[in-house]
């Protein structure tokens, strides 16, 4: 069993729509979660954090952490095609674990 | 803040040769930088964990005489690729821990491209 787990997708939805990007962890004594981004050809770029129970908005982005669930996701309100992209989850225990990624496609 | 530099961003260079990445965080001390190889459309695979003035720890399967890491202090690691073979060629990226221990989150690097002909 992976310790971060992520659905690959692809995840497409059209503009303007909220896509809903879903991770799972197995770790319990997990206690800080990412989301980062990745372009095609690109880097990760960190676009959100989360470390307690509920939900943490940040513009557009809005992370949701259930501990009992042990369930992370991120939504995406108004979705633009330059949100089309690979999304990242990780989540920290005894190290830094990455999910392999969901691809986000958003649809003129 | 939070940025982390990673040079060069692009390689090519013939086989046999060896190539030295450099990875910088700029704006605050890293004492752990991790090094990730990822194949084009594959997800990130950690290649190995660098800790500033200890030996790197390398995950199963890479070997630490064809990659050698080097974190002489709190804001520079490299990568050196010894005797690069086209098997090689990838994207190599970098990443910088906060401080503050391993709840903090990892800032990566731009990446390098390398191709090895």
């Known amino acids: 069993q992976k310790e971060v787990e992520q659905n690959s997708g692809p995840l497409s939805v059209p503009e303007g729509a909220i896509a809903s990007l879903n991770c799972t962890y197995s770790?319990?004594?997990?206690?800080?979660f990412f989301w980062y981004r990745q372009y095609s050809g690109k880097s990760p770029e960190l676009i959100m954090f989360?470390?307690?129970?509920g939900d943490k908005e940040d513009g557009r982005f809005t992370a949701q952490l259930n501990k009992a669930s042990q369930y992370v996701s991120l939504l995406i309100r108004d979705s633009q095609p330059s949100d089309s992209a690979t999304y990242l989850c990780?989540?920290?225990?005894?190290?830094?674990?990455f999910g392999t990624g969901t691809s986000l496609t958003v649809i003129p | 803040g939070a940025v982390v530099s990673q040079h060069p961003s692009r390689v090519i260079c013939k086989s046999g040769t060896s190539v030295k990445i450099e990875c910088r965080s700029l704006?605050?001390?890293?004492?752990?930088m991790f090094w990730y190889r990822q194949f084009p459309k594959q997800s990130l695979m950690l290649m190995a964990t660098?800790?500033?003035?200890?030996?790197?720890?390398?995950e199963q399967g890479v070997e630490k005489d064809k990659f050698l890491i080097n974190h002489a202090s709190l804001t520079l690691s490299t990568l050196t690729v010894t005797s690069a073979h086209p098997e090689d060629s990838s994207f190599y990226i970098c990443?910088?821990?906060?401080?503050?221990?391993?709840?903090?989150?990892?800032?990566f690097g731009d990446g390098t491209r390398l191709s090895i002909l």
């Open positions: 990443s910088a821990r906060a401080p503050g221990g391993w709840n903090q989150p990892q800032h």
């Open positions: 770790d319990r004594g997990s206690q800080s």
């Open positions: 989360i470390y307690s129970n």
């Open positions: 990780a989540a920290t225990g005894n190290q830094f674990y």
């Open positions: 704006d605050f001390q890293a004492t752990t």
């Open positions: 660098s800790n500033e003035g200890s030996k790197a720890t390398y």
